[in-house]
């Protein structure tokens, strides 16, 4: 079961993923929010989002704590991996 904050969190990384596909950012997400996002879609088995968070957010995570910012990184990989074995075994 998810924490009423996991779904808020989820939320938002959708509606900024979503607002960034039809070209229309009505919230900007923090570097801190996107890379929780990004963890979040890896957690979730939502790869191709987590990727999409990190290539089209436009966004420099430079500024994120090194440990944050490696586990970003970490999660982000994880998402390309993942993905591509997805789209492989479609």
Do not use: W
């Amino acid at each position: 079961m998810l924490s009423s904050t996991s779904v808020h969190q989820i939320r938002e990384s959708y509606h900024h993923h979503d607002a960034l596909i039809a070209g229309n950012e009505t919230k900007i997400l923090s570097a801190v929010e996107l890379a929780e996002g990004i963890s979040l879609c890896k957690r979730k088995g939502f790869f191709v989002q987590g990727i999409f968070l990190y290539e089209k957010s436009g966004k420099d995570f430079s500024a994120l704590p090194q440990h944050l910012y490696n586990r970003m990184e970490e999660n982000y990989r994880n998402c390309k991996r993942r993905a591509g074995r997805e789209v492989i075994a479609q």
